[in-house]
């Protein structure tokens, strides 16, 4: 098939061009008998691409290629500057007309190349940093072609990349603009988000942290449940990333959170991812929600905790997640010495979810162990059990 492709008629070699993909793109394929040919097909299927005309031709060449370096792998690593540098004229003199169609075929090829490349993709930021931009760029007018695989790049790019380049940093402006244009691409955009918040660290935050609160403004509310859920992930990531600042940082989402978990008019759904967020910044901060509370009580009048805990208490019941059940729980034992009257009159509400969850976990808690008793030495000190009454009452004590 090689020496087809050297032929001197052209269909004999776009022919033996295409049987080669077809016999390359075989899950069985064993590449190490063709590892030595992987140069010269390279070669040969970009000679093709200068001899042909017709775009569609050119597609499918771009497309076989695509194939070879998928299966290829690590063998394509010498030939990544090659093809790359090819694949960029080709991006670069293809005619206006045929921008959209043949941009696509070729960031899709790129894709290809960085999964392979991994990390070493870093190699070749110069290449691929203006192709991401441009095929993301909503205001360019192929971008309904290239949008989504310039994005699937971008992530790739992200995911491999060992620092947070500068160019990277450059590239963000276009993911608002995406979601300002349609949350078709919720799903990519928060994955693009994630990696930015898990490395880009301080610097990121610092550049770009109104942006990506006005991004989550943006989503919250006008999205449904499986959209939500992504949002409020990402946000959850962000707090987890930094515990001290995000709270703070996110102060205005979390009062519209709030809002949108007393909206009679939110899902269900939606309202277990909030109550998710909110009892995890509850676990870790408990004394900023509660500041959070006074602030809202003295501006709006407002007391969230008594409607927060009725509304956990009543969600718990139905709730079959464990690991948000165990989440919850955690929150309203973190409100137990700081809550006030709101948690006083709710305590046997509160104790009782706190139980509920411990026997859904499938722990047996013995009262020595609730109660910080030693062993059974001491109840023989003690047979009236006055130390576990003792105990008893320093808790109640302790949550009022």
């Excluded at 509370?293 to 079959?320: A, C, G």
């Excluded at 919850?328 to 709710?346: K, M, N, T």
């Amino acid at each position: 098939l090689l020496r087809l492709m050297e032929d001197s008629d052209l269909v004999i070699q776009l022919t033996a061009a295409e049987g080669l993909a077809e016999v390359i793109d075989d899950l069985n394929f064993n590449i190490d008998p063709f590892a030595e040919y992987v140069p010269r097909c390279i070669a040969q299927l970009f000679q093709l691409m200068s001899k042909v005309n017709e775009t569609s031709t050119k597609m499918k060449l771009i497309n076989y290629l695509g194939v070879v370096i998928e299966q290829s792998h690590s063998k394509v690593f010498p030939f990544a500057g090659q093809i790359l540098a090819q694949l960029t004229q080709l991006w670069s003199n293809v005619a206006q007309e045929e921008q959209g169609m043949m941009r696509s075929t070729i960031i899709r090829s790129i894709e290809k190349l960085v999964s392979v490349l991994e990390h070493r993709a870093g190699d070749y930021y110069d290449i691929l940093f203006p192709l991401i931009k441009v095929s993301t760029d909503v205001h360019q007018h192929e971008a309904i072609y290239t949008l989504e695989d310039g994005m699937s790049v971008w992530l790739s790019v992200l995911q491999q990349a060992t620092f947070v380049h500068p160019g990277l940093l450059d590239l963000f402006p276009n993911l608002p603009a995406i979601i300002e244009n349609s949350f078709e691409y919720t799903v990519p955009c928060m994955n693009i988000l994630e990696c930015y918040i898990l490395m880009g660290g301080e610097e990121f935050i610092s550049k770009y942290g109104e942006v990506v609160v006005g991004v989550y403004n943006s989503m919250l509310g006008d999205l449904n449940s499986v959209g939500t859920a992504l949002v409020v992930k990402n946000m959850h990531i962000m707090v987890e990333c930094y515990p001290a600042q995000a709270p703070q940082f996110l102060e205005d989402m979390l009062v519209k959170i709030l809002g949108l978990l007393f909206d009679e008019k939110e899902s269900e759904q939606c309202k277990r991812e909030y109550v998710s967020l909110l009892s995890y910044i509850i676990m870790i901060n408990a004394p900023y929600f509660m500041q959070l509370n006074n602030k809202l009580l003295q501006v709006h009048q407002t007391d969230i905790l008594p409607k927060f805990l009725d509304y956990v208490f009543d969600m718990i019941e139905r709730e079959t997640d464990l690991n948000l059940k165990k989440k919850i729980g955690l929150a309203v034992c973190s409100l137990l010495p700081l809550g006030g009257a709101p948690i006083v009159i709710r305590l046997s509400q509160a104790i009782e979810l706190i139980i509920s969850v411990i026997v859904d976990s499938d722990r047996v808690v013995d009262v020595n162990d609730l109660f910080d008793l030693e062993d059974e030495e001491d109840d023989d000190d003690d047979p009236s059990g006055s130390v576990v009454n003792e105990k008893k009452y320093q808790v109640i004590v302790f949550c009022s």
